[in-house]
């Protein structure tokens, strides 16, 4: 099992480019299930669990092929329509299987999903959207077996907002009979670019990006012809808060400022200085960080997915912040890792009070999920001496080559297999 090994407070300087986001290229993947013939999906990050998904299809028989970000998938030869408990249980977004499988060839089984245990995320949402729609869900031993004919389209409501479940339906419906509609839809941008990439398939879609989504079926689509996923918004807030925690000053290649609104107004509120040039947008530290309060909220609010390495930044401000967690009810693990590297953190149920120390001691922790690893990063590279973060496993989930890049901005890290 891997770790990392990190010296603290280096100055750190020069060029990240961003990759391509993890949560818009893990449903293009699956999307390719939805037509006949070979697809190219291209701005693939080489992670873990887009490793764990090329397995899945492979296993259903499909050719599948990763080479230097590019992606190509076959999908004639597929003969199986299940996805397995020992690929599922890693990975939550195995589940996106589900819609695709069911509408082009009327059949699947999968797995309840496992990934990060942040907390409850229950895909009753998706089965109800299914269920609309024309299909046959049973729950036997673990699995969802589900069966349908052409399905149908229908009017669905979400009572929360739920990013897979968007993106499940929303491929389900590209070839049902009819017009499906999806009210309280997810709003993120990988929703959106899910449905670029649909639509040029040949689906017809309108509102992504909106609270209502509207899909007319089709009877078929084209196999996916070079879609380029959008860089990783979530990698880019992260390296936005190793820049202020670290006083560095990065420029970040490649990413999408558009898509931090409201990460990138709270860092500001922190003291960092955002500058946007032509080659990407450059990212100035603070000599000393100002406290800021967070409410996580689903796009276009405060990621929930950045409240963890914002804590970390906060835990270096001048004063206290207010961190409330909405989303997910179990989001605050990494905080027991922080206090160990000297951080002042009182949990009251979903609401963190973050009293910043100025300077975090190195030490070691252990990371719990993907973004609590990387919220351990954050704290390291500012922390005095060494710290050393183990089960980063968790960190390659959703980073990729993350110590490469900060060795090339001149961070002492340092990845060792214990």
Known sequence: MDRLIIHGNKPLKGEVRISGAKN??????????????????????????????????????LSYHYAGGDVSIDTTGIRHFEAPYDLVRTMRASVLVLGPLLARYGKARVSLPGGCAIGARPINLHLMGLEKMGAKILLEAGYV???????????????????????????????????????????????????????????????????IIEIEGVDELKPIRGH?????????????????ATGGDLLLRGCRPDHLGAVMVKLREAGITFRETKRGIRVIGPEKLAPADIKTRPYPGFPTDMQAQFMALMALADGTSIIKETVFENRFMHVAELRRMGAIIDIDGGTAS?????????????ATDLRASASLVVAALRADGESIIDRIYHLDRGYERMDEKLRKVGAEVERVTS
Request: glycine share 12%.
């Open 24 to 61: 818009a290229a893990l449903p293009i993947i699956t999307a390719s299930l939805l037509a006949a013939g070979e697809s190219s999906v291209f701005r693939v990050p080489d992670l873990r669990d887009v490793a764990t998904m090329g397995k899945l299809l492979e296993n259903m028989g």
């Open 145 to 211: 077996v589900a069966k349908a004919g052409r399905l149908k389209g229908a009017s669905l409501y979400f009572d929360t907002a739920t990013v897979t479940g968007t993106e499940n339906l929303m491929m389900a419906a590209a070839l049902a009979k009819g017009t499906t509609v999806i009210e309280n839809a997810a709003r993120e941008p990988e929703v959106v670019d899910l449905a670029d990439c649909l639509a040029s398939m040949g689906a017809k879609i309108q509102g992504a990006g909106e609270s």
């Open 228 to 244: 380029e996923v959008i860089p990783d918004r979530i990698e880019a807030g992260t390296f936005m808060a190793i820049a202020g």
């Open 354 to 366: 973050v009293k910043g120390v100025g300077a975090l001691k190195g030490a070691p922790v252990m």
